[in-house]
């Protein structure tokens, strides 16, 4: 067999009895680095629940003893999103479904593990009915695939393990996380120790939803009032808003550091993102009751009619601040104005020329040569093979767990414990463009974390890092004229105004105790879609620095 450059890199490892899982070549694709992909079966479950996944070997010898394993969230969503539009080694070229080499794949600093999970997601196949209805079911099947999964490839049990996921992900990998050290304790354990060394969350839900959503949504318009274009008369409401709901005495709890002593109480109703699906469906059900669909939709833009919705909305209850922000910001449909008609709460910067990659996905991952080519169809002989139609995202599994009980925060018990207890090291970070999961939440619910002796960061996040340096300390800090900026009373946001014309500066971080938080200027929700550069330098001076 003729060897690439890719084979040249890493002596191989991998055993013959691997081998129907390889991957020869994909199409459309630039070249790849050794991979394998294929569906393995959850153990002890129902027939027909498998998932996908989507193996890749390290290219630099320097790093071949990380694993890293990425999820992508939804809950639903296909982590061959993060593969195709940032982190792996290729991604869709502009609005073309063909793939090109990314410089900032993460295969050049370990092992890289996609899954496609829960059962149905992606490429996994699920039972039916739908076996996953809520997250100790999640939790159970990944823990049993995962160990399926090593005993498949055995020489990646010994790697450092590193979890890296977005969005929903922050709710999978703090439990994930938890299942992997609780049964590396299990005295009656029959399989190797899972060397798990780090999570991190991307814009990730790991604390109480009213968090990211009414308690800090005024705050966020604040701050980006200037792209959003808010009138003082609509900004004003949500400041008053934010007064009468007790909002701004939360904040300025949380912006203290170190925290107070006690946990901060967040007032109110707080909102849940699947109200209104929820109060929808649960109508729907009942055509007595059956709720006007206009009922939940803000069709003024007075400031009046902002602030009724706010305190008196039949569909989100009380302070219902965030919904009404984003319902107000979806409304300004000027012709003339692409932000403002193709508002983006995933990342405010973007407008009607912004890639979709999802609709890519689809029709590029539904071919029939591409199911070949990943082990999912057997080479036509004689006739064409149907494919599988490819949905990046699975409605069914976004409704069956959305609508479940919902966990308990991972902020509240587990990531305390993962990294007190069982000394994983955490890393959170955020874009600031992001407003579905926004920063201002994420940074509020790390200071009411208790972990390693104390609650909260007793700094902010106001040190610099840089675009080829994550997490810069000493000479490479204080050389560079915002190195300095980390003393009081200078909070994150100005921080990175003040440097905004220094295309060397990826944002601002904080760093206590075995957490970590970096706050990426310039990015949205999914952080690598605007910074894949940034993004490797963060998994490379950050994730593996453990």
């Known amino acids: 067999m003729k060897l690439t450059i890719w084979h040249m890199l890493v002596p191989l490892p991998f055993s013959y009895a691997q081998s129907r899982f390889e991957v020869h070549s994909l199409p459309d694709s630039a070249s790849l680095p050794p991979s394998w992909a294929g569906r393995f079966p959850v153990p002890d479950t129902e027939d027909g629940n498998s998932i996908f996944f989507w193996l890749f070997q390290a290219e630099n010898v320097q790093y071949e003893d990380n694993l890293i394993i990425w999820f992508n969230g939804g809950p639903g969503c296909s982590s061959l999103i993060g593969l195709t539009t940032g982190n792996g080694p290729v991604s869709f ?34 039972s039916i009915p739908y076996p996953v209805l809520n997250n100790d079911r999640v939790t159970s099947d990944f823990a049993k695939w995962l160990r399926s999964f090593f005993s498949e490839f055995p020489h990646l049990q010994s790697k450092r393990v590193h979890l890296i996921g977005e969005s929903y992900a922050g709710i999978y990998i703090p439990y994930f996380a938890s299942a992997i050290v609780d049964s590396n304790n299990n005295p009656q354990r029959s399989s190797a120790l ?66 107070p002593h006690e946990a901060i109480q967040i007032p109110g109703n707080p909102e849940n993102s699947n109200y209104k699906r929820r109060q929808q469906r649960r109508s729907s059900r009942n055509r007595d009751a059956m709720m006007d669909p206009d009922q939940c939709r803000l069709n003024s833009t007075t400031a009046d009619a902002v602030c009724s919705a706010i305190l008196n909305s039949t569909c989100f209850g009380t302070c219902a601040t965030f919904s009404t922000a984003l319902s107000y910001l979806s409304l300004l449909t000027d012709d003339d ?15 009607c020329d912004t890639v979709d990659p999802l609709p890519l996905l689809a ?57 007190t207890t069982h000394n994983i090291s955490l890393h959170v970070y955020a874009g600031e463009n992001d407003m579905l999961v926004n920063h201002i939440g994420t940074e509020l619910v790390l200071q009411n974390m208790t972990w390693n002796g104390g609650r909260g960061f007793s ?54 105790r075995g957490v970590t938080y970096h706050l990426f200027r310039g990015a949205g929700h999914t952080v690598f879609v605007k910074k894949p550069r940034e993004m490797f330098s963060y998994v490379r001076d950050v994730v593996l620095a453990d």
């Open 363 to 419: 029709s590029y991952f539904s071919r029939p040569d591409v199911q070949v080519a990943l082990n999912l169809l057997p080479a036509p002989s004689g006739g064409a093979t149907a494919p599988t139609s490819f949905s990046p995202c699975n409605s069914t599994i976004l409704d069956t767990l959305l609508f479940a009980a919902p966990p308990v925060p991972p902020a509240y018990a587990l990531l305390p414990s993962l990294v």
């Open 337 to 351: 104005d692409h932000q403002k008609k193709c508002f983006d709460m995933y990342d405010i910067r973007n407008n």
């Open 194 to 259: 899972i060397d798990l060394r780090s999570i991190s969350l991307g814009d990730a839900t790991i604390g109480n939803p009213a968090a990211s959503t009414s308690a800090t949504i005024g705050t966020f318009l604040q701050s980006h009032r200037s792209r959003l274009q808010i009138p003082d008369e609509i900004m004003s409401v949500f400041t008053q808003v934010d007064q009468t709901c007790g909002f701004d005495r939360v904040l300025a709890q949380a912006n203290q550091y170190p925290p």
């Open 459 to 512: 700094r902010g996040p106001r040190r610099v890092f840089f675009v080829h340096n994550a997490a810069p300390e000493g000479e490479a800090l204080a050389s560079h004229p915002c190195g300095r900026m980390d003393g009081d009373g200078v909070d994150a946001i100005s921080a990175i105004a003040a440097c905004a014309l220094d295309p060397a500066v990826a944002g601002m971080w904080v760093s206590e």
């Open 93 to 126: 070229s502009g609005d073309s479904a063909r793939l090109v080499q990314n410089p900032h794949s993460w295969t050049k600093l370990g092992h890289v593990l996609y899954v496609d999970q829960p059962v149905g997601t992606g490429y996994s196949t699920a």
